[in-house]
């Protein structure tokens, strides 16, 4: 019962703010093509396909019926998965339990965004309840500005701490050709930039992208013939939260906590610190570049601020996060989770090339999204 | 491979507007319906897999209302945006995985929030289509037309199919429009879309329902009653209706033919004892019963006047009134799994079909049916 996974290879799009040379299929067939193209598989070596998106935000009701034809689901087996910022992660859990089940063996998941075709905010303002949450909670900036104001007052955690983070985010993306933005930038033009919501400024939070992203997963028994470079899943974890926000106590990320302590239970870690080679997480802002890293026990509560300073979580550290650049450098919302998953399969499987960290053996990837929610992964190179 | 059982089920009643009701309350009715039977609480439920529509709800991350009426506190939850049937298989699937021994299935909708019409027609690619007006029945009446021309059926073969479920809706309390109504009856109701009437056409329901799977070493903690999940297959057709043949389908007749052969069912007809089809029109289950080998094609008409599809007859087919007595977006896959396994149980009431050791319940999302899903249930394991 239950079979390994790995990932076999991915494809990302080159994200940016608007493709207006391609539409929604298109969009989803160039991610698609790229990652069988990494595979050296075509679509007839795909048992089935997940894919997913925000219905909201592009304004396309049952959006994989449309995008089927540039998914390659056509005459397959197909399912969407939806659950807000971590669709992503939510595709990538279901295309594993599909080959976890033994129902099949090499499975598609692909997750997209064309946000250029709308407003995210007024989309992501509309998943609040209608009578009583969603008057006063503006999209996404609102909840994350909640927390990190409560984060910084309870450890004096400055703002330029916090700027440093995005930073080094936009500095990492500069190395990798898919990300949307790559910018050389200083504490200071971030702090000069205007709140959104306080304390997140304009160049703390992330963008909004058109994008898409496609993994190819396999069952133990296909992926050693498929590729000699496996990233083998060895946790997959998901916790959810409270319905309302208000419910939520923002004094601690429960569901990231939770999670991590699970996922590292079940992948026999016990520091993570010193036995993760590189993160690729879901930082929706810059805060939680530091806040976030001590709900994975990377450090006590209050610490993430010496991770950052010290130069553990850059490039050169220890623990490298989000070489990608991260959620602040590039977002198409239903495809990011999944971005952070085919990144961290990048890194064990040494294909990550000007963003490649040495000797990376094992991996974190995230998701985050709906009311607080999160979902975690560990990939292994064994 | 491990065996996964249905072990509880729960339905609301559909009704055209539950207005004293919100989402996550017809969630937590059915989710405490489901545990008064099966003597679970939601520390037994380990994981969730959730189905509704972002578009239907008129909220984005659809799930989120629901959270606390499932249990997902800490928890693994995750949403199938689209029909409940597929979200049965994921959930399955997450206990085949070895990660978890249940997992709760649950989908809602509230179609009367909503503009049918209008989230209809958002189905449509925004360049080519949407601009034409053209909505899910729109597109259903250009099947129907197609499906009619070309094997001779006539208004009053889909008048017959109307009588029937309709009238099968009046033994089922859970369904909406239950009627006794005759096919002359049908026949004079109002055209919505040519030649679709009134009664051709499923109404808008607002419902939900919860089914709660276990592994096999679980499933007597539960119910002594298990329904055994023994064949599924699911695909997906081309986007376009020009690109199709909306006279057959070919997503539907693989997922059949999967279904079939992980449940080693080599003769449908004659093996299987009732059958919960997915008939978001009156046409469809004509359309779909051939599709799924129930009859010749274009012959699905002799087999309904055969009268071996009614309750009584050798094959009842929508024995609760199918989607035409009820239809909640993504629920109604879910309620023909739900359904099933009430036949198997022998718990189905006044529309119960005697004796039935296997099942047959279908899903399909997308216009004019884009995707199937087809499963297997069974008595025995």
Aim: charged share 20%.
């Amino acid at each position: 019962m239950g079979q390994r996974v790995a990932v076999i290879a991915s494809g990302q799009t080159n994200h940016c703010s608007k493709r207006a040379d391609v539409n929604i299929p298109e969009l989803i067939q160039e991610a698609v093509d790229r990652a069988l193209l990494q595979a050296n598989m075509t679509l007839d070596d795909i048992d089935a396909v997940v894919i997913g998106n925000m219905e909201h935000f592009e304004g396309i009701n049952l959006s994989d019926m449309w995008a089927s034809e540039g998914a390659g689901s056509v005459l397959k087996p197909a399912i969407k998965i939806a659950t807000g910022g971590t669709t992503g992660a939510s595709v990538a859990a279901c295309a594993y339990y599909h080959c976890a089940s033994g129902l099949f063996d090499t499975v598609l998941a692909i997750g997209w965004e064309k946000l250029s075709e709308s407003d995210p905010t007024g989309g992501i303002i509309t998943a609040f309840d209608p009578i009583v949450e969603r008057l006063t909670l503006a999209g996404a900036v609102g909840g994350l500005a909640i927390e990190a104001t409560a984060y910084m007052k309870t450890y004096n955690v400055p703002e330029e701490v916090i700027a440093l983070a995005a930073v080094r985010a936009r500095k990492n993306a500069k190395n990798n050709p898919h990300a949307h933005l790559k910018l050389d930038l200083t504490v200071e033009q971030v702090l000069s930039t205007p709140y959104i919501a306080y304390p997140i400024h304009y160049l703390d939070m992330c963008p909004a992208s058109d994008g898409a992203c496609a993994v190819i997963m396999a069952s133990e028994k296909r992926a050693k013939d498929l590729t000699t470079k496996p990233a083998w899943i060895d946790a997959v974890v998901c916790r959810h939260n409270h319905a309302w926000i208000g419910d939520i106590f923002f004094g601690k990320h429960s569901t990231l906590e939770s999670a991590a302590i699970e996922a590292y239970k079940i992948a026999g870690i016990t520091d993570p610190l010193n036995e993760l080679d590189v993160i690729e997480m879901y930082d929706p802002a810059s805060y939680t570049l530091v806040s976030w890293l001590e709900y994975l026990h990377l450090c006590k509560l209050g610490e993430g601020r010496r991770l950052v300073e010290e130069g553990i979580t850059s490039m050169e550290g220890r623990l490298p996060v989000n070489p990608s650049g991260g959620v602040v450098s590039t977002n198409p919302i239903g495809a990011t989770a999944l971005i952070r998953l085919a990144e961290a399969s990048l890194q064990v499987q040494g294909r990550a090339e000007m963003r490649q960290v040495d000797g990376v053996r094992r991996a974190l990837s995230s998701g985050f999204g709906g009311s607080y929610w999160n979902e975690v992964f560990i990939l292994s190179a064994k | 491979m491990d065996r996964v059982a249905i072990v509880g089920v729960a339905q609301t009643k559909f009704a055209a507007a539950k207005v004293d009701q919100n989402y996550a309350e017809i969630a937590y009715e059915v989710t405490q319906s489901l545990f008064n039977q099966t003597g679970a609480n939601y520390n037994d439920v380990e994981n969730i897999v959730t189905a509704s529509s972002d578009f239907w709800d008129g909220r984005t991350i659809s799930s989120m209302a629901v959270q606390d009426a499932v249990g997902a506190w800490l928890k693994s939850e995750t949403k199938v945006s689209s029909d409940g049937t597929l979200a049965v298989l994921y959930a399955m699937m997450r206990i085949l995985s070895g990660s978890f021994g249940t997992t709760l299935v649950l989908a809602h909708c509230k179609s009367s929030e909503g503009d049918p019409t209008l989230i209809g027609n958002a189905v449509f690619d925004p360049i080519y289509q949407r601009q034409l007006g053209i909505d899910l029945v729109a597109a259903g009446a250009l099947q129907a037309r197609a499906y009619m021309e070309k094997y001779n059926i006539t208004q009053a073969d889909l008048a017959e199919v109307v009588a029937k479920n309709l009238g099968n809706a009046t033994r089922n309390p859970n369904a909406q429009r239950a009627m006794s109504i005759t096919a002359q009856e049908a026949m004079q109701a109002s055209l919505v879309a040519d030649p679709l009437r009134e009664y051709d056409i499923a109404p808008n329901s607002d419902g939900a329902c919860a089914i709660l799977l276990a592994r096999e070493d679980l499933v007597s903690k539960f119910t002594d009653k298990p329904v055994w999940l023994s064949g599924v297959g699911h695909y997906q057709d081309n986007y376009y209706l020009g690109d199709r043949d909306l006279t057959d389908s070919r997503a539907l007749e693989k997922a059949a033919l999967k279904a079939y052969s992980m449940a080693g069912i080599t003769n449908p007809r004659k093996e299987l004892d009732v059958v919960e089809l997915y008939d978001t029109f009156s046409y469809q289950e004509l359309l779909w019963s051939e599709v799924l080998g129930l009859a010749e094609r274009g012959k699905g008409a002799e087999l309904l006047h055969s009268g071996v599809t009614k309750i009584g007859g050798e094959l009842p087919i929508n024995p609760s009134g199918g989607v035409l007595g009820a239809h909640a977006m993504f629920v109604a896959g879910l309620v023909r799994v739900a359904e099933a396994a009430l036949q198997l149980r022998g718990e189905a009431g006044a529309h119960q079909v005697e004796g039935a050791r296997r099942a047959l319940a279908h899903g399909t999302v997308g216009p004019c049916g884009q995707t199937h899903c087809v499963w297997i249930l069974s008595k025995d394991k």
